[in-house]
């Protein structure tokens, strides 16, 4: 089991950035990690996700503007925010998933609230 602490939200003027962090309680290199959000009144979406070799995937909102990559060495995984939008407006969460003998384990953050407001 492990457990995750997101940081690094807060409000940022349009066209700015953030880098959020998520610090797991122990090792990640088994995890395949990644970044969700969720708006008011919206379903929590994938932002990004890295898997145990490094590969990455963004939804398409994020491409070419947010970056994930992940330090196993210091148990954290990042979230490099560029050109941000009104609508990147959310609360973002950290989540970790390790599948063994076809069961699924599933960890999440608290979440960081990111805020893009004039």
């Known amino acids: 089991q492990v457990q995750l602490v997101e940081s690094g939200g807060g409000l940022v003027q349009p066209g700015g950035s953030l880098r959020l962090s998520c610090a797991a309680s122990?090792?990640?290199?088994?995890?395949?990690m990644g970044w969700y959000r969720q708006a008011p009144g919206k379903q929590r979406e994938l932002v990004a996700g890295?898997?145990?070799?490094?590969?990455?995937n963004y939804a398409d909102s994020a491409k070419g503007r947010f970056t994930i990559s992940r330090d196993n060495a210091k148990n954290t995984v990042y979230l490099q925010m560029n050109s941000l939008k009104p609508e990147d407006t959310a609360a973002y969460y950290c989540?970790?998933?390790?599948?063994?003998?076809?069961?699924?384990?599933?960890?999440w953050g608290q979440g960081t609230q990111v805020t893009v407001s004039s």
């Open positions: 122990g090792s990640i290199f088994i995890y395949v």
């Open positions: 890295i898997t145990t070799g490094g590969s990455t």
């Open positions: 989540n970790a998933v390790w599948k063994r003998f076809g069961i699924q384990y599933d960890y």
